[in-house]
């Protein structure tokens, strides 16, 4: 086990819903990534929080925000949900920016 | 195009081979690449972390080796076992970007008995 928690492990939405995903950290870790994984593909970067603040963000539309905690805890929220939208999200926590990323379990969100 | 490469893209193995994954990559400069394993439905692991300057690191049986030069890296499993199956991803995190992993794929690994 890496340490790094997600709730809740699987969800199911309906077309333009909201939802929030949240991660907790490793002990000791001020940055947090998070990522979305279809099926059969590699993760793709979605943004990273560092020390509360965003620190970088890939290419996906501002429907997909974060929020990283004082205790370094994060949320994603994915607004208005697209049935492409349906992928594991991985969040990953590290030490620092550059530091080996440790992946929690993921959330499996289905939406139809 | 993704920056980085593998194949094959599945395989499967007998319980007790050798096997051999490959990873090719475009990011550069890059800092260090890695190899993860991730099981079905769970998140990625590290297997092996080597920076651009070495050419290869071993964690048991599974054996990373990264050619700069080529830009080519390989990840060589020994004496595969059943738990051996799951998805190998190649990541390399470029220097400019610092903490924007660029991830493979992944090679999807079957090992049979």
């Known amino acids: 086990e890496t340490g790094v928690t997600q709730s809740p492990t699987h969800l199911i939405k309906t077309r333009g819903q909201q939802v929030t995903l949240r991660c907790s950290s490793q002990?000791?870790?001020?940055?947090v990534s998070w990522y979305q994984q279809a099926l059969g593909q590699g993760p793709q970067f979605i943004f990273q929080y560092y020390r509360e603040e965003e620190n970088g963000r890939g290419n996906f539309p501002p429907r997909f925000s974060g929020l990283q905690f004082p205790n370094y805890s994060s949320e994603l929220n994915v607004n208005a949900l697209e049935l492409d939208d349906s992928a594991l999200y991985l969040c990953?926590?590290?030490?620092?920016?550059?530091?080996?990323?440790?992946f929690g379990p993921g959330t499996r969100l289905l939406v139809l | 195009k993704n920056q980085v490469e593998q194949s094959p893209q599945s395989l499967i193995i007998l319980e007790g081979k050798n096997c051999t994954l490959q990873?090719?990559?475009?990011?550069?400069?890059?800092?260090?690449l890695r190899w993860y394993k991730q099981d079905t439905g769970r998140g990625p692991v590290s297997l092996t972390i080597m920076t651009f300057s070495e050419n290869t690191k071993s964690n048991g049986r599974y054996t990373a080796t990264l050619d700069a030069d080529t830009k080519q890296s390989s990840l060589h499993i020994t004496a595969s076992q059943l738990s051996d199956s799951a998805s190998y991803i190649c990541?390399?995190?470029?220097?400019?970007?610092?903490?924007?992993?660029?991830f493979g794929a992944g090679t999807q690994v079957v090992v049979t008995p």
């Open positions: 990953a926590s590290s030490l620092s920016v550059a530091e080996t990323q440790y």
């Open positions: 990541v390399v995190s470029p220097t400019d970007s610092w903490g924007k992993l660029q």
């Open positions: 002990s000791g870790h001020n940055t």
């Open positions: 990873c090719n990559y475009t990011v550069s400069p890059f800092s260090n």
